[in-house]
């Protein structure tokens, strides 16, 4: 069935407005309930007062939902029945409804105004004012001025009374505020972060003078240690950012006429964000001096940077390009390429290694339980990551090496004994030594001395075979010698040996092992943060490598490089490369603004832990071309 619905309302000037509609259904609802095909907001009306059904004969019945009446031609009713055609008045509270038939299209219409009440029935209240306390407040103008002597008096005169009555007492050296509140605090603009967390109650630290921005001299009260400067030639730092232009000009001025100069601390490290970590620097203070810095300092060696994504000189990692006199490594830092080597006085081959298929591999299927994997070796089973797991150790031939490659030359009883490994003139002195013992020659050959094939086996093997080695031949202490720095020997197949040097090493000389510990001295990586990584995803370049001098850490680029992940702060340019799972990475996450004055930096955190673990010195000598 449908009803017609005219809803009738006044202009100011008196004209009437009329917003038909149509209601579609077997019932139409009459209410304050805004879902009612009738609705009429009045408080003398229920939410669902009535409904309209249609009844026999073309008649309209209207009931009552609740127990709530209404009125038809002015009698109260709770139901009725009604003929359109004859029509009807029904009342609802202040509304009027007029029940007729439309004579073009033969529907009930319901026609609805709102006129005025001869009662004192609730639609007569002012819905604006019946649950306010208008009338029971002072007036506005005494609010107003009453609420601003009240925020003076709370947030500047205690604040200042509160502030005044305690700077006396921090003049003290041990000086600490008292549990409790405190009215300058209600000027703070947030928690302090965690790094400060214990200044909370003591505003004083930091704001030494009420009104004055904090001073950098407050920070390096405590910040003696760690806040070393980024260059220490503070005109040529200025010079590197550039002058400002138009308004930054500006205010900058005003900026320093109200103790806020340019490069203060508090630019960097701003506080009261949050009682968690301080925020990291965003880019753009990096970028302010680094992006177009060749174009401000021409004479400078450091190539201009934007954004790692899309504008970032290659990596110049620091290689070892020798051994000193002193005996050791000297790095040279160089550009970054895939074919880049290093002299670590290695002959080792990780693809030999990892492969999954050699007698390496068979030898760990048969030892079952004794590495970290049971098909072959992988690269925990040698490379150990230190304590902060920042770094990794570096690699012990008796803890890595000797459970495979075993030295063993002798055996007396139930013990063997072993060459001493890193001590080239021990190995020879023990040779001769042992060769002096006059035993009987018997037929033997120098094979004892030669590198062993892996595992428990060849232990006592290599005991028996020098034994038999060492009573053949007349010069037999020196042959022995011979045989271990000779190819094929013990040490030769690990080890870069030359001839010449002292008699003391047999006239051989084993090149001093360097283990580089970290390649990127200006910038910080942490292993740690990439400890769900394969190895493999970034030292692609491992499992084919058969030179021990081969550089397997990863540039910026291709497989493995660093953009294979991290894309830049901002990432924009992620629409023209594919990134599976792209990493945000600004400056800040490997580069600091206070670094130490020597290389290889480390993080303040990481300062304060005792030395690291590392084959070569945290700080080794540099050729001029790193500095």
């Known amino acids: 069935m449908t009803f017609l619905v005219r809803q009738i309302a006044l202009k100011s000037n008196g004209e009437e407005i009329i917003r038909p509609s149509r209601v579609e259904g077997g019932e139409l609802v009459i209410g304050r309930d805004a879902s009612s095909g009738i609705h009429l907001p009045d408080l003398a009306v229920d939410p669902r007062h009535a409904r309209v059904t249609e009844a026999a004969g073309g008649l309209l019945r209207i009931e009552s939902i609740g127990d709530q009446p209404f009125d038809v031609d002015g009698r109260s009713t709770k139901g009725r029945e009604i003929d359109p055609d004859v029509g009807a008045e029904l009342g609802f509270g202040g509304h009027r409804i007029t029940v ?6 033969g529907l009930a219409v319901f026609t609805v105004r709102r006129v005025e009440s001869v009662s004192e029935s609730a639609e007569d209240v002012d819905l604006g004012t019946a649950y306010t306390l208008k009338g029971l407040l002072p007036g506005k103008r005494i609010s107003a001025w009453g609420f601003a002597i009240l925020m003076l008096v709370a947030f500047l005169a205690v604040p200042i009374w509160s502030y005044a009555t305690y700077q006396p007492l921090a003049m003290h050296k041990d000086a600490r505020r008292p549990a409790g509140i405190h009215g300058d605090t209600s000027w703070s603009s947030g928690h302090l972060s965690l790094s400060h967390k214990n200044l909370e109650n003591d505003c004083q630290a930091c704001h030494t003078k009420a009104f004055v921005a904090v001073t950098d001299n407050a920070c390096l009260t405590c910040h003696t240690q760690d806040a070393h400067s980024h260059i220490p030639d503070k ?9 400002p232009q138009g308004m930054a000009k500006f205010t900058q001025a ?7 100069p340019q490069g203060r601390c508090v630019g960097c490290h701003t506080e009261h964000e949050g009682a968690g970590a301080m925020p990291a620097t965003r880019q753009q203070f990096c970028t302010d001096c680094h992006d177009g810095l060749r174009t401000r300092l021409p004479d400078t060696k450091i190539a201009d940077a934007a954004d790692f994504g899309t504008a970032h000189p290659q990596f110049r990692p620091a290689v070892i390009a020798g051994v000193g006199a002193d005996g050791k490594p000297l790095l040279q830092r160089v550009a970054w390429t895939p074919s880049l080597k290093e002299a670590n006085g290695l002959k080792f081959t990780h693809a030999q290694h990892l492969s999954k298929t050699n007698g390496v591999a068979q030898m760990v299927r048969r030892r079952a339980g004794r590495f970290a994997a ?7 089973d040698c490379h150990k990551t230190e304590a902060g797991g920042a770094r990794f150790k570096p690699v012990v031939m008796e803890e890595a090496c000797e459970s495979c490659h075993s030295l063993t030359f002798d055996q007396v009883g139930g013990t063997f004994r072993t060459l001493r490994h890193g001590q080239p003139e021990q190995v020879v002195a023990e040779l001769r030594a042992f060769y002096r013992g006059g035993m009987p020659p018997r037929p033997a050959s120098l094979s004892g001395l030669a590198r062993r094939v892996p595992g428990d086996a060849a232990l006592r093997a290599t005991a028996a075979d020098y034994a038999r080695a060492v009573r053949f031949y007349p010069t037999r202490g020196d042959q022995a010698v011979a045989q271990v720095f000779s190819k094929g020997g013990m040490c030769y197949d690990c080890h870069t040996v030359t001839r010449g040097g002292s008699m003391a090493t047999g006239g051989f000389t084993v090149q001093k092992v360097a283990q580089n510990g970290r390649y990127y001295h200006v910038g910080w990586f942490d292993h740690k ?9 970034c030292h692609v370049r491992a499992g084919t490598s058969n030179d021990a001098s081969d550089l397997l850490v990863p540039g910026m680029d291709g497989p493995g490089g660093c953009r294979s992940c991290h894309v830049g702060e901002s990432g924009s340019h992620l629409a023209s490369v594919k990134v599976k799972d792209p990493v945000e990475s600004g400056c800040a996450m490997c580069h600091a603004y206070h670094m130490d004055d020597g290389a290889p930096w480390k993080p303040a955190d990481e300062r304060k832990k005792g030395a690291m673990t590392t084959a070569v010195a945290d700080r080794p ?4 071309l790193m500095r």
Do not use: I
């Not at 005109?235 to 002058?243: H, M, Q």
């Open 100 to 105: 007729s038939r439309d004579g073009e299209s």
């Open 374 to 380: 049971n098909d072959a070796l992988g690269c925990q």
């Open 254 to 260: 005003v900026a320093t006429a109200f103790n806020r």
């Open 621 to 624: 000598r540099l050729p001029a």
């Open 529 to 537: 943060d990439h400890r769900k990584t394969d190895c493999a995803s």
């Open 235 to 243: 005109a040529r730092l200025l010079r590197a950012r550039g002058e």
